[in-house]
């Protein structure tokens, strides 16, 4: 796991924290392009505003606005990465990324292997995601496990700006093809952004604790925050680690923490069956089999579409409630 | 368009009527939103109402119809029951999906409304395959798939057409064409002009009309229905209109052009259908705002009622999954 | 898990049995359709015969040979299920089921759900996949994952002709969609066919033991019984649970397996990373807490595309030699 | 087409050594699987020989073409070597691509060849993103998206042909129409009967030609490639032709119409342009016997280095998932 930063860090929002990226990473090398629905600032830049300015300050050649065209979003970026470039494309749900499904795993994710090395795929698919304003079954669903399961792609989420910023500059000047998950809730929550890049693959250890691990990513190391604050005064000392790389997921850094506590809780909001916390959780049951002081536990989002209705919403992905429960009951 | 039939003084009042149904349930919704007492993504069909409304004449409880989170003005014109529709936009147990759909979900198979979806594209393959069905089931129905003018542009589109017309579906594909798709214009969407001319390429019928004008959408939607209830297959119909409200209500709109924002508002088929069955002697200011209060009423009953109504159980997460619930 | 069959079976190849329960199927019920590329008759009754004679039989109205369209094929069947049929689309090899992964995703699975119960998607996607023929990256790969992380639609793999059978029949009249995997290498493998239904939900002890249990589906469970008589030979007894239906899975079943022999090890030809396996380690792992002599292994693809290249490609996929030598390890 | 330009002598006679390449080359791969000395899925391009062949009198190394698992023609047609071709298709390391990709994946970017998938209509996308990155180089390159008519029927061609008209890029859609998708005819899967009239869907110019008549396929080419390379953007072009050994090496054919076989069996382009060559006075036979003979010497030095090449070692499964080899 990497060091706390050091530099005197700027408050931002995440929006801000990617826009920042995006247009540091634009100017630092040219061969950075952006494409997606609405990106460009005739568009409003982002529906969200997170690709605001881009087109403006770098033109609309290499910020392009697309018309609603998933499998010719993706194609165009797999082809100009083929070509030399480095694009970001966007798809602007995450539920949208099962429209061009092929080109992501199909092609942007196997062209390297089936290649023998000769072509690569520096592409970034940036995306949005999370339950929260009841936007429902087709708009709200996490579905990291789906890309962690697709050898040849690596996927990132942020929970918040710093790792944002500097995931963003490490996704687009990493040679391989990465889904770089945001989360619409915490969009623009501020938090301080230290300017560095993020190395792919390592977790950050967003609390420091003694009797149980937490591993999560996105908005539930937010959860988690919350529960280990209540936990605390319970005298439940809890460590929390934001995965913020799934895959490749920061193994040696989950199992230090694992090791350490002894107790271990997987958190995610996406469908808690077959999601990636079995992989991690079994991980851990394989690697510190015999040393654990209780099963580790996992909590995700139910196993249904995400509803529309707000106290169903609400019920779907783990809160801060359940999550303290299950440390609980690990604690035992 | 001159020799395509018309709608007649009756059938006109008649559209009017649904037309006014879904401004008017429009307008309700809106003020509720901006009063924080009813909170959801709302895609407003503010401005589209005759394309449904005159659509609707031709089609019966049995025909079939499928459209977008955009699609609230095609569900109330075939008949959606409003105290339903207002519970499952307030998420309460008591809507039509339970709480569970939302408005972009809206779903009412009773009255043949059989999927609402949040993903461009996608209400074309499925329409096609209840235009399958209709076909194997020799009752004549038909099933009409909406869908904007950015869908256009989507796989899913090309493959829905090429099927349909392939196989003779009676399927009907209604564009929406409001000019806009979320932030982009056509001009940055499309090389064609009209989306209809797109029809040549599937050996399908296409045709562009004003969607604002009830003569034009009538006619239009009668020659494709009975069309496809004879068994002679799909047809395209590209309805030129436009949405007021922007894309998501809520946005600032500053992606659109204003000439072209001021030269729709002239065109807003309301005011302008309203004017005609006054001019035409068709309805007497009296009976407009007649049928506008009572109208009206429905909507206070259907508001109350859902707002009264209780949300769903936390456990409705483990039913409707499966046909079985789970454990 | 199910009872041993007791009626006079007769043998049959894995394309037979399945096409023989379409034909049942057909027979039984009329609103029972069938469409996808080449499945009918003018076209060769499907590229490997699995559909042969249904379209000369029942007619090309209701066995529809289609365009290469696999958005429109998985629509069709979405839009005529719901409209009160039950259709069986298939979708050629697996790799291509990523080109209609929303319709399969973002509606078959969700609109029963989102409708409030108002419509249902009984739909059957039929599809085949297996490494063992070369055909690379884009032609092998197993994606159950995917899918079993998919609330609302269910997932059948079966690994012998009875199973085939038996659970076409199940997923036809079952009132959900159903994914159907085929392994096309065991395609002309011979069988008993009892002509019974198998319910989805419930595994099938594939060989009884003592010692370790083996949890597998598809190829898999010939691969385990491979390793099975070997290690027989040295005094291991394994028990191979054949799991058949991958979602919901027989929680019950194996875990009872399990407590019985108190050490376990999945096998899936998948990426073993963020596969099916992980979900099944990590239950047996957290509900027999305490009680297993050995950590819960897994074995799975290599994380990479399949390769074409022979050797590589048996490299792949866990390997009889692979699953003994792991089960020996659990021996200690 | 009268007035399209037309190949000279010396053209003419390269396009059919490199028909003779493809021809002999396939001829080769079977008789190599027919003795079990080979083992793979092996979708021969034979009758197809002359649109990749005259096609690429057109291109450079620096252009770039995506094709699909029937793609060899095309390979060789821009120049892949042989030896590293042949590696490949053994499965040995010192193949292209190392023995990873097979004869579904063949890529070889050094000479342009950028993608071979195996997945219908993805070789479009991923040429438009290609001509993308052309345009933005403006070194006037151009690419290329070979694909056969049963991919237009599917969402990618749509999606693609519109953004490339869109963005105006250097993109060709070379769609090879050989009548056939696996076991389908072309009635059975659309119903116009021109693939090349889609390309009015997207305000492109389409254009038939006669797939197997040298001079119509380099015409046709010539003006899209030049009219991509002066900026004016991407072009449709449907050549029309057949492939003789069915989909799929070792397939039935019990699909094919009996007497459309026999009809396009009189069109075998190979046959007639041997002998136009000879009736022209391009060539003698003595020339076209060498030419065959020297690139049946080229194809046994490529087998022979192939078969006794390595395979590849196990840890490969490591190397190039990502640009960092896996622990
Ligand atoms: C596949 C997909 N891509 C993107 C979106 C995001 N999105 C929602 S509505 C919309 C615009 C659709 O425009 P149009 O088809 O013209 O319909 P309109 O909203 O104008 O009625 C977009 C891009 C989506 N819902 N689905
Ligand atoms: C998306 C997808 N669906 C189905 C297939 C199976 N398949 C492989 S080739 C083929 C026929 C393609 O026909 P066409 O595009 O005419 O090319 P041809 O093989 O005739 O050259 C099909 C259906 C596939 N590879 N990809
Ligand atoms: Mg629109
Ligand atoms: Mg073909």
Redesign the pocket.
């Given at each position: 796991m990497t060091e706390p930063k050091t530099m005197t860090p700027k408050t931002m929002t995440m929006v801000e924290a990617i826009n920042k990226a995006l247009h540091d990473a634009m100017e630092a090398d040219p061969k950075v392009l952006v494409l997606g629905?609405e990106v460009g600032d005739k568009e409003g830049g982002g529906v969200m505003g997170v690709t605001a300015g881009l087109s403006t300050k770098f033109g609309t050649d290499r910020v392009k606005s697309t018309p609603?065209t998933?499998q010719a979003i993706i194609g165009a970026a797999i082809g100009a990465s083929i070509g030399g470039y480095r694009p970001v494309a966007e798809i602007?749900l995450m539920n949208?990324i099962a429209?061009p499904m092929d080109m992501i795993v199909n092609h942007a994710a196997k062209l390297r292997f089936m290649s023998g090395g000769q072509t690569s795929v520096p592409i970034v698919i940036r995306t949005m995601t999370g339950t929260g304003f009841q936007t429902g079954g087709q708009h709200s669903d996490y579905l990291e496990a789906w890309f962690a399961h697709t050898a040849g792609i690596k996927v990132v989420a942020p929970s918040c700006p710093d790792d944002g910023y500097g995931l963003m500059r490490s996704a687009i000047e990493d040679n391989d093809p990465v889904l770089f998950i945001e989360n619409l809730p915490t969009y623009w929550n501020p938090g301080p952004v230290s300017g560095q890049h993020v190395p792919i693959g390592k977790a950050r250890i967003a609390r420091e604790g003694t009797d149980v691990t937490i591993v999560a990513h996105s908005l539930m190391v937010h959860r988690a925050a919350a529960a280990a604050e209540e936990l605390a005064k319970e005298g439940i000392s809890v460590e929390i680690i934001d995965l913020r790389t799934i895959s490749p997921w920061d193994k040696e850094g989950v199992l230090a923490s694992c090791a350490k506590t002894g107790r271990a809780l997987v958190v995610h909001e996406a469908v808690r069956q077959f999601g990636i916390g079995a992989e991690i959780a079994s991980t851990i049951g394989d690697e510190l089999w015999g040393t654990m002081k209780a099963p580790v536990k996992r909590l995700g989002g139910a196993f249904s579409a995400v509803p529309f209705s707000k106290p169903l919403e609400d019920a779907f992905a783990p809160q801060p409630a359940d999550i303290a429960a299950t440390v609980k009951l690990l604690m035992g | 368009m001159s020799n395509t039939p018309k709608p007649d003084a009756a059938t006109l009042l008649a559209i009017w009527k649904k037309a006014t149904l879904i401004k008017l349930n429009d307008e309700r919704i809106i003020k509720q939103m901006m009063a924080g007492k009813l909170v959801m993504p709302y895609?407003s069909p503010r401005g589209q109402e005759i394309i449904p409304s005159a659509l609707s004449m031709h089609l019966t409880d049995d025909d079939y119809i499928c459209t977008?989170?955009?699609g609230i003005h095609d569900m109330l014109a075939k008949g959606f029951p409003l105290g339903e529709l207002w519970a499952e936009l307030a998420g309460r147990a008591t809507g039509t999906c339970k709480g569970k759909g939302g408005p972009m979900h809206l779903t009412h198979p009773a009255k043949g409304m059989m999927v609402t979806t949040?993903?461009?594209?996608s209400s074309m393959p499925i329409a096609t395959g209840l235009g399958w069905a209709a076909k194997l089931d020799g009752k004549n129905r038909v099933s009409v798939a909406n869908?904007?003018?950015?869908?256009a542009n989507?796989g899913a589109f090309h493959e829905s057409m090429n099927m349909a017309a392939l196989w003779k579906l009676p399927v009907i594909f209604m564009c929406?064409n409001?000019l806009?798709?979320?932030h982009t214009s056509a001009a940055d969407s499309r090389v064609v002009d009209r989306i209809s001319a797109r029809a040549d390429a599937y050996g399908m019928p296409g045709v562009t009309v004003d969607g604002n004008d009830p003569d034009e959408v009538y006619g239009a939607t009668k020659i494709a229905i009975e069309r496809a209830r004879a068994g002679e297959g799909p047809t395209l119909i590209e309805a030129v209109t436009f949405?007021f409200n922007g894309?998501l209500l809520g946005e600032a709109g500053t992606y659109m052009d204003k000439q072209l924002y001021a030269e729709c508002q002239a065109k807003d088929p309301m005011p302008i259908l309203r004017a005609r069955l006054l001019t035409e002697g068709i309805a007497t200011e009296d009976d407009l705002v007649a049928v506008e209060a009572d109208i009206n009423g429905q909507i206070d009953v259907a508001l109350a009622a859902a707002m009264a109504a209780p949300f769903p159980d936390p456990s409705e997460l483990k039913r409707d999954v499966f046909a079985q619930d789970l454990a």
């Open positions: 629905e609603i998933e602007m949208f429209v | 895609y977008i989170y955009r949040g993903i461009v594209g869908f904007g003018d950015g869908a989507i929406q409001n806009y798709a979320e949405r894309h």
